[in-house]
């Protein structure tokens, strides 16, 4: 899946997610172009008509494109005669009977990707409430494409080759290894999450002797964090869970690779080609 489709279906759980929350019965939104100052309208949620699909919406124009702009939400309360926005895309709003819009940037490190819109098709104020709950959709699709986007950047780095005579090669295999298995359970979009976990596979050797050892993927998860120096806090912080589930994990591993000290624990699951 691209990172552009990847960032759709984000956009679409949002829009359902804004609906859900605050009633509004029309959402839809889109990304950014890359390398464009223009956002393109993708999803629709609610809609009677096709009218707004595929619109593109340039940067400072109309509602969505002063909030990629300004890099912050906007509404207005009757679109058609609003003195705050310009009006290039009247036709499409008005053919969808739209009159009451709000627009929230998706914004990532510090540049908007997206725009989620929520709109009424009577004139009337949209309340803090409201914004407020579109503000929280938006910040769910931000942090799921900033997972997404460190997932390709490890995975990009996994898969560079150490420069030839680089000593600190394998550490950093390891390091990356441990990043990747750390990310794949945050990532919601299926095929990206078994891309990760297909590059972690690559990362690690065969098996030096056939150990027949197997850990559940938690326990390996906490051993790969281990095994790239991390402290439990550390790796609790880097998996989501707490201190004493990464003990709880390590004493499991350890037990069924018959290690006494983390330290063991990783070697053997080196020697059991569990590890890279």
């Given at each position: 899946?691209?990172?552009?489709?990847?960032?759709?279906?984000?956009?679409?759980?949002?829009?359902?997610?804004?609906?859900?929350?605050?009633?509004?019965?029309?959402?839809?939104?889109?990304?950014?172009?890359a390398g464009r100052p223009r956002m393109r309208i993708s999803e629709l949620s609610g809609t009677a008509t096709?009218?707004?699909?595929?619109?593109?919406?340039?940067?400072?124009?109309?509602?969505?494109?002063?909030?990629?702009?300004?890099?912050?939400?906007?509404?207005?309360?009757?679109?058609?005669?609003?003195?705050?926005?310009?009006?290039?895309?009247?036709?499409?709003?008005?053919?969808?009977?739209?009159?009451?819009?709000?627009?929230?940037?998706?914004?990532?490190?510090?540049?908007?990707?997206?725009?989620?819109?929520?709109?009424?098709?009577?004139?009337?104020?949209?309340?803090?409430?409201?914004?407020?709950?579109?503000?929280?959709?938006?910040?769910?699709?931000?942090?799921?494409?900033?997972?997404?986007?460190?997932?390709?950047?490890?995975?990009?780095?996994?898969?560079?080759?150490?420069?030839?005579?680089?000593?600190?090669?394998?550490?950093?295999?390891?390091?990356?290894?441990?990043?990747?298995?750390?990310?794949?359970?945050?990532?919601?979009?299926?095929?990206?999450?078994?891309?990760?976990?297909?590059?972690?596979?690559?990362?690690?050797?065969?098996?030096?002797?056939?150990?027949?050892?197997?850990?559940?993927?938690?326990?390996?998860?906490?051993?790969?964090?281990?095994?790239?120096?991390?402290?439990?806090?550390?790796?609790?912080?880097?998996l989501g869970v707490s201190a004493e589930t990464v003990k709880a994990y390590l004493r499991s591993a350890m037990?069924?690779?018959?290690?006494?000290?983390?330290?063991?624990?990783?070697?053997?699951?080196?020697?059991?080609?569990?590890?890279?």
């Amino acid at each position: 899946m691209t990172v552009d489709a990847a960032g759709a279906v984000e956009i679409r759980r949002a829009l359902v997610r804004l609906r859900r929350t605050t009633g509004l019965p029309v959402a839809f939104g889109g990304l950014v172009e890359a390398g464009r100052p223009r956002m393109r309208i993708s999803e629709l949620s609610g809609t009677a008509t096709t009218s707004l699909l595929a619109l593109a919406v340039t940067s400072g124009n109309g509602l969505g494109g002063r909030t990629v702009a300004l890099a912050r939400p906007c509404a207005v309360a009757d679109y058609s005669v609003s003195r705050q926005i310009s009006h290039e895309y009247d036709a499409p709003v008005a053919a969808e009977g739209l009159r009451s819009v709000l627009a929230v940037p998706v914004v990532v490190r510090r540049r908007v990707r997206g725009v989620l819109y929520g709109a009424l098709r009577d004139a009337r104020p949209l309340g803090d409430r409201t914004m407020a709950a579109a503000v929280d959709a938006a910040r769910d699709v931000e942090q799921a494409l900033v997972v997404g986007d460190e997932a390709r950047d490890v995975l990009a780095a996994a898969r560079a080759e150490p420069p030839p005579g680089d000593s600190s090669g394998w550490e950093q295999v390891r390091e990356a290894h441990a990043a990747l298995r750390a990310l794949a359970p945050r990532i919601t979009d299926p095929a990206l999450r078994t891309e990760l976990l297909d590059a972690c596979a690559l990362l690690t050797p065969a098996p030096a002797s056939p150990a027949g050892v197997a850990l559940a993927p938690r326990e390996l998860d906490v051993l790969a964090c281990v095994a790239a120096g991390a402290t439990n806090a550390v790796a609790a912080a880097r998996l989501g869970v707490s201190a004493e589930t990464v003990k709880a994990y390590l004493r499991s591993a350890m037990r069924k690779l018959g290690a006494g000290t983390r330290g063991e624990a990783v070697v053997a699951a080196r020697r059991a080609g569990l590890l890279p």
